[in-house]
């Protein structure tokens, strides 16, 4: 059964940084392209980021040139690091393994409040 963990959100000022964790387990994490999403009340999920298994990465425009997402597949954990927060960086980041069924964690918030 895969299982995804996120970790690492919480409250921010404007223009803070903050790095996103997410473990996973009961797949071969270094197979699989992953993911970041984010969702806000009212919004559709929407992505942020994706990284391919060899580390290529995919970054939505509203995050590109602030957030780095990245991978090791060693200790099967995929990370977001997201500097220059905005407030409208307030959501909840969500981890995505793209498995043929797709995996899902529980989610971590971020606040970006002064």
């Known amino acids: 059964q895969v299982r995804l963990v996120e970790s690492g959100g919480g409250l921010v000022q404007p223009g803070g940084s903050l790095r996103i964790s997410c473990a996973a387990s009961?797949?071969?994490?270094?197979?699989?392209?992953m993911a970041w999403y984010r969702e806000t009340p009212g919004k559709q999920r929407e992505l942020v980021a994706a990284?391919?298994?060899?580390?290529?990465?995919n970054y939505a425009d509203s995050v590109r040139g602030r957030f780095t997402i990245s991978r090791d597949n060693a200790k099967s954990t995929l990370y977001l690091q997201m500097n220059s927060l905005k407030f409208e960086g307030t959501a909840g980041y969500y981890c995505n393994a793209r498995t043929s069924k797709g995996a899902w964690g529980q989610g971590t918030q971020v606040t970006v409040s002064s």
């Open positions: 990284i391919s298994p060899g580390g290529n990465p």
């Open positions: 009961g797949i071969i994490f270094g197979a699989y392209t």
